[in-house]
C-alpha cells in the first residue's frame, strides 16, 4: 500500500473504533503533569478521537517537575489535525516513516545549554534503554522569563509496541523525565 494513503485510511477506518479507549491528561502544555495516561496509535490500531488539535496535542504531552524539559509524543491522534496527510507526513518523516518514537520537546533550562550537546535517554516497560540527541533545533536561544528556551524535534529508533506499558524521557544532565503510561484499549 502507498503511504501517501496509510494515514488517511487510519484516520478514516480506525476512528469510531477507538471510543472506549480511556485517553487522560487533557490539560495544557504549561500545565501538563509529568506523567500521566494515553492511548497512542500502536502498529495500526486505533486512532484516538479528539475535538481538535490543542486538546489532542495536549494528551500526549508532559512537562517535568520544575518546568525545564517539556515533550510531546508524536502520534497520529494529534498529528491528523495539521493538515494535509501528505504534508504531516513528510513534516513527521521519523515517526511515519520509520516508526521511530519521537518526541516534540521544549527545554527550558535556567542555565545556558546547547541542546545539541544535550544527551536524552528513553527508556520502555519492555527494558529498552537508549540514549540520543537532538541534531538541530529550531531558532536560537530565546529568554522567556527567567529561562532560556529551545524546541527540537528528537527521535530514537525505538518502536513503541502493544507490549509497552510506559516510555520516559529523561535529559540526563540533570535527570529531569516525563513519562506516558499506556491505557490498555479495549480494541487492541
Not at 496535542?57 to 497520529?76: M, P, Y
Not at 516534540?104 to 516497560?125: H, I
Request: proline share 5%; hydrophobic share 35%.
Amino acid at each position: 500500500m502507498p503511504r501517501a494513503l496509510l494515514l488517511p485510511l487510519l484516520v478514516t477506518c480506525l476512528l469510531p473504533s477507538l471510543a472506549a479507549c480511556n485517553v487522560g491528561d487533557r490539560g495544557n502544555t504549561s500545565t501538563a503533569a509529568s506523567q500521566g495516561a494515553c492511548a497512542p496509535c500502536i502498529g495500526g490500531g486505533p486512532v484516538a478521537q479528539f475535538e481538535n488539535y490543542q486538546q489532542a496535542r495536549d494528551a500526549f504531552t508532559r512537562s517535568s517537575s520544575e518546568g525545564i524539559l517539556t515533550a510531546t509524543l508524536e502520534d497520529v491522534s494529534w498529528l491528523r489535525f495539521e493538515g494535509a496527510a501528505d504534508t504531516v507526513e513528510k513534516n513527521h518523516r521519523a515517526y511515519f516513516e520509520y516508526g521511530y518514537t519521537t518526541f516534540q520537546v521544549m527545554l527550558r533550562p535556567k542555565e545556558y545549554a546547547r541542546p545539541t550537546d544535550e544527551t536524552f535517554v528513553l527508556e520502555d516497560g519492555r527494558g529498552a534503554r537508549i540514549t540520543g540527541s537532538p541534531i538541530s533545533f529550531k531558532g536560537g536561544m530565546q529568554p522567556v522569563d527567567d529561562r532560556w528556551q529551545f524546541t527540537f524535534e528528537l527521535s530514537f529508533q525505538h518502536a513503541l509496541g502493544t507490549d509497552c506499558q510506559w516510555v520516559r524521557l529523561t535529559r540526563a544532565s540533570d535527570g529531569q523525565s516525563v513519562e506516558w503510561k499506556f491505557q490498555p484499549c479495549a480494541t487492541r
